[in-house]
């Protein structure tokens, strides 16, 4: 069965940087688009950033200019990097991506969901 699983998260200063990794693991026939969501104490989860399948990105506008979607197609893996954090950066980063299986030689896709990663960003 396909499974995300997300790495990276932790304490950080302010200013300071973190890398984030997704990784898919599985009968995985493709990896398609792929993206970061984050939710806030008290807040609803946003969409952080975004990555199809031919590498087009596009980031939400608080993290535009600091925050970096890249992917490793062989890999099966995607990853956040995050310059410059802030304390309202903090929150639990969750991996999305939509993932292709085989079902009778036919690729069938559907999201899947990581289980999510604390960032805390504090001096």
């Known amino acids: 069965q396909v499974q995300l699983v997300e790495s990276g998260g932790g304490l950080v200063q302010p200013g300071g940087s973190l890398r984030l990794s997704c990784a898919a693991s599985?009968?995985?026939?493709?990896?398609?688009?792929m993206g970061w969501y984050r939710q806030g104490p008290g807040k609803q989860r946003e969409l952080v950033a975004i990555?199809?399948?031919?590498?087009?990105?596009n980031y939400a506008d608080s993290v535009k200019g600091r925050f970096t979607i890249s992917r490793n197609n062989g890999k099966n893996s995607g990853y956040l990097q995050m310059n410059r954090l802030k304390p309202e950066d903090t929150a639990v980063y969750y991996c999305?991506?939509?993932?292709?299986?085989?079902?009778?030689?036919?690729?069938?896709?559907?999201?899947?969901w990581g289980q999510g990663t604390q960032v805390t960003v504090s001096s």
């Open positions: 999305n991506a939509e993932i292709s299986e085989l079902k009778l030689e036919v690729p069938v896709s559907r999201h899947y």
């Open positions: 599985g009968s995985i026939f493709s990896l398609n688009h």
């Open positions: 990555i199809n399948s031919s590498g087009y990105t």
